[in-house]
Each structure stands twice: as structure tokens, then as C-alpha cells.
């Protein structure tokens, strides 16, 4: 499997606030990885790191085997990067037909347009002329995800899909995910829910207090290996 | 009855005048929210640069005014992104203290190479040219004024909510920083807001200059009149901008009709009854 995304010694700070301590990270082509992890452990940091929303102090990004060390954040889209951010952090002022083409905004060809995201998400096809903070919370959520695939994106990065969402509805976007990721489309999902995690990824990683503490195949890993890892000490 | 609606028709023709100075204001602080405190020395600058054009240079007014909007487009998008983008953040500060201070720079440039007198554009005689229609006078250029406020509303409701720069506009304006995911630069997209807030600051400039003779020092007059009309309408609505300037224009000319000396004054207390009355505007709604 050749290899997508790839982070050697990545290094941020929020101000003199070192938040990722050397961050070694692969993403294969057409794979899915998850990062898991406390609040705090990095997660967001690193996907703001590679979205270039936070520019990294040290280490290097390498995309397609070309850095993308220093780029402009408004830039990376268009190499085939996308984000749902956390939180969904939709336009308020627009509609949700009108948050999706902004997605397509850098005019990426593929397969994704506004038709196969209504295919794939029903629901906004009949909301698509609402605001789009007047859906509810899984709504929202799958306009913002539509958002990021309306780029056509070859990674795509997801923050906690199910963020403030209640569990039936975190089942039923994550049943999406098959779909999307089904044409070889690679993906980093960020994820609370250990178990989910493990679930939708070929690959997990963990994060505690800026550093990768554990790394493996998600099928693989032992519950005990995780506890340690996730909070730093013996269960 | 027919001086109620000398009055009326009156304002409002005035009205435009003031809904046009407004629009431009409105736009930038609709998109990236910045309070522009030199936009009245903006409109008094590109009066000066039309004289210049006819004046110095002596092209044919349409020519001058073609080349005009040309000119402030490029000037508002150096402007925003040389200057303004440096200042632009959530402290509203340092924008407003620099727009402060690009007022005082172009009053006192435009003082030392034009002079303190007041100047005009000549448009041969059609600025006193009128049609009386049921016994009220109806000036050629204020009806001008109407049409080209009422085209540039349509247009700026038309760019905002139906085009993809319109759209990246206002989501610029809803989140900067996720505006980026999609590709968007909120620099070069606040710059085009600055051109085109630029380009309605320059119809205004010249249908302004053909009306009435203009001194290097009256932007911060203009400014207040922008700046009435901005809030009777509402922050963020271009028809919102226009009924503002409608309303002040209403006011002042009934102010004008009491006493010569009450028109600005009457203006400013309709202006003051709307803030106490109706804070949000007569019309607010985010374009």
C-alpha cells in the first residue's frame, strides 16, 4: 500500500504552549486510521496541524511524498485535504445547499457533488433552502461533513463526528462511512468512543499529552494495551 | 398636502445620496467588521482624484468616471490588503484607530497639493436641470442619484445572495478561520470586499461632486451621515442601508422646510429617536 499522508516529528505550540511533542504519524492510500485519546491529548491539534489552520514549529508534513511544511491553510483544500472541523462549525448566515457549495468551492473534480451528497445523506435534501444551525445536531453534523467531501477530497479528516450527538445518531453517520470511504478515499477519524474507533479504522492510534503512546492495528491491540495507553498507567 | 409631498419626494431624492454613502460602509462592516472611520475621507479622496482626471488630465466626464471605478477598485483592495488586513482582528481597536489616521493623512495630503478651496465637477448645466411633474420640481441629477442607489441595491443583494463571492463573503464573515478549509483566503476575500465598497464609495463621489462643491475636510461630515443611515436601517441590509438613508433624507428635509438652519439638525434627531426607540434598526437582518 503506498503511502498518503505522512508525519515525521511534528511539532506544535499554541503560544509557548507545546501541545504535540514529535508526532510520527502514516496514512496509507485508501485506508482509514483513528487517533484516540484523552481531551487534551493533541487529536485536534495534530488535524489542525496538517489542515494548516496551526503551523508547525518543527518535523514535516509529507503529502503524496511532497512537504507541505508552511503552506497557506486556504491552500491545502485544494491538494486534496479536507476537514470537518469540531464542533461542525457551519456558516450561520448561509443555508445548507449553500454550505455544501461552498465546500466545492475549490473546484476539485470527482465524484461528489450535490446530488451524491443528497444520495447519501436524504435528509438535507429536503432542508436544503433551512439555515443551517436550524437543523438538529446530526443534521448539522452530515452538512458538514457533505461540506468537506464537496471538495472531492482524497483524505478526509473527521473531528469527532459525534461530538454533543446522541448515540442512535452517531450509529447512523458512522453508517455512512462505508460509503465514503469506499472508492479509495483515505480518512483520519478522530474519535472519543474507543470501541467505534477501533470498529471503523484498519488502524488506531493513541494520543497522550502531545505524544503518539501507542500505535497499531486496530483489530489487533488488547483492551489493557489501550487503558495504558490512554491514560498513562497500568489498569 | 402638496408641501407634505414636496417634502416627501424631496427626502427622498435626497435620501439616495445619503443610502449611496452608507452602502459602502455597510458592506465592509457586513463582511469583516471593521468600523471605517476615514470612508467619508474616501469619498471626498476619489472626488478629488475625478477632478484630477477632468481637471488635469482632461478627459470627458464619462470617460473620468469609467476610469474612476477602475481606480477605486484597485485602490480599496490595496488599501484593505496592505493596510487594513495588518489590523484586522476581534479587538476593534487598531482598525478604528488606523482608519482614524488614514482620515487625517488624506485631509491634510488633499489640503497641501489641491488647496482648502472647494471644488466641484462641472457637468456642463445638467446638475440645474429639473422637470416639474404636478406642481414639484424634480432635479435631473437627484433622480440620476435615485436610480443609480436603487441599481447598486439591487446589485449588492443580487452579488450577495446569488453568487459565489457572495457567498464566500458572508461565510467570511460568519468564521474566518473555517472559511479557510474551503479553500478561501479571507485576506484576498476582504480585499474584494474593500474593491467593491470602493467602487460605491466612487458612484458616490461623483454623482456627490456634481451636486455640490467639495472641501478636502468634509469627509467626517459625509462620515456621519454614512454612519445615520447605517443604523436607522439596520447593520448588515443593503434595503435596510437605503431605507436609512431615506429616513435621514425625509428628516433633513423637513428640518430645511422650518428653518434653513434645522435640516442636519432634525436629521440627527431622528437618527438619536431611532437609537433610543429601535437600537437594532428599522430593518436589521445580516445580508
Not at chain 2, 225 to 239: N, T
Not at chain 2, 268 to 279: D, I
Request: charged share 15%; with cysteine.
Amino acid at each position: 500500500m503506498s503511502i498518503l499522508l505522512e508525519t515525521r516529528g511534528l511539532t506544535a505550540f499554541y503560544g509557548d504552549f507545546q501541545a504535540l511533542f514529535g508526532i510520527d504519524v502514516t496514512v496509507g492510500a485508501g485506508e482509514v486510521i483513528a487517533l484516540i485519546g484523552s481531551n487534551g491529548a493533541g487529536k485536534s491539534t495534530f488535524l489542525k496541524s496538517i489542515a494548516g489552520l496551526l503551523r508547525a514549529r518543527a518535523g514535516h508534513i509529507l503529502y503524496r511524498g511532497e512537504p507541505l511544511d508552511g503552506i497557506a491553510p486556504e491552500n491545502v483544500v485544494g491538494k486534496g485535504i479536507a476537514l470537518v472541523p469540531e464542533g461542525r462549525r457551519l456558516f450561520a448566515s448561509l443555508t445548507v445547499e449553500e454550505n455544501l457549495l461552498l465546500g466545492a468551492y475549490c473546484g476539485r473534480p470527482g465524484r461528489w457533488n450535490l446530488q451524491s451528497i443528497y444520495a447519501l445523506f436524504p435528509a438535507l435534501r429536503e432542508r436544503r433552502h433551512y439555515a443551517a444551525t436550524a437543523l438538529s445536531g446530526g443534521q448539522q453534523q452530515m452538512v458538514a461533513i457533505g461540506r468537506a467531501l464537496m471538495s472531492n477530497p482524497d483524505l478526509l479528516m473527521c473531528d469527532e463526528l459525534s461530538l454533543g450527538l446522541a448515540p442512535v445518531i452517531v450509529r447512523e453517520i458512522y453508517a455512512a462511512l462505508p460509503a465514503i470511504v469506499g472508492e479509495g478515499m483515505s480518512a483520519i477519524v478522530v474519535e472519543q468512543d474507543v470501541q467505534l474507533a477501533r470498529r471503523v479504522s484498519s488502524r488506531v492510534y493513541c494520543f497522550q499529552e502531545g505524544r503518539v503512546s501507542l500505535s497499531g492495528v486496530s483489530a489487533d491491540v488488547s483492551d489493557e494495551a489501550i487503558t495504558q495507553a490512554y491514560f498513562g498507567a497500568p489498569a | 398636502m402638496n408641501t407634505l409631498l414636496n417634502i416627501v419626494v424631496q427626502g427622498v431624492l435626497l435620501g439616495a445620496l445619503y443610502g449611496l454613502f452608507a452602502m459602502g460602509q455597510s458592506l465592509v462592516f457586513g463582511v469583516m467588521r471593521l468600523t471605517n472611520t476615514a470612508h467619508g475621507d474616501f469619498i471626498v479622496l476619489l472626488v478629488f482624484v475625478l477632478f484630477a482626471l477632468t481637471g488635469f488630465v482632461h478627459l470627458p466626464l464619462a470617460v473620468a468616471i469609467a476610469l474612476l471605478l477602475v481606480i477605486a477598485f484597485g485602490a480599496g483592495y490595496a488599501v484593505q490588503y496592505t493596510i487594513l488586513n495588518r489590523v484586522s482582528s476581534r479587538d476593534p481597536l487598531p482598525s478604528l484607530i488606523v482608519t482614524f489616521g488614514l482620515s487625517i493623512v488624506i485631509q491634510n495630503v488633499l489640503q497641501q497639493v489641491f488647496s482648502a478651496d472647494p471644488r466641484s465637477i462641472a457637468t456642463g448645466s445638467f446638475e440645474s436641470k429639473s422637470i416639474a411633474l404636478a406642481g414639484i420640481t424634480l432635479g435631473y441629477l437627484p433622480l440620476v442619484t435615485l436610480a443609480a442607489t436603487v441599481a447598486l441595491a439591487f446589485a449588492m443583494q443580487w452579488l450577495f445572495g446569488r453568487t459565489p463571492l457572495g457567498r464566500a463573503f458572508r461565510a467570511t464573515s460568519d468564521d474566518r478561520e473555517i472559511v479557510q478549509l474551503m479553500g478561501v483566503s479571507y485576506r484576498r476575500t476582504y480585499a474584494l470586499a474593500m474593491g467593491v465598497a470602493f467602487v460605491l464609495i466612487a458612484v458616490a463621489a461623483a454623482l456627490y461632486s456634481m451636486r455640490t462643491a467639495v472641501s478636502p475636510t468634509d469627509g467626517p461630515a459625509l462620515l456621519l451621515y454614512a454612519f445615520e443611515a447605517v443604523i436607522i436601517g439596520g447593520m448588515g441590509s443593503f434595503w435596510g442601508t437605503f431605507v436609512g438613508g431615506m429616513a435621514l433624507g425625509i428628516a433633513q428635509q423637513a428640518g430645511f422646510y422650518f428653518d434653513p438652519g434645522w435640516g442636519i439638525w432634525l436629521g440627527h434627531v431622528v437618527f438619536l429617536g431611532v437609537l433610543v426607540a429601535r437600537p437594532q434598526g428599522l430593518l436589521p437582518k445580516t445580508a
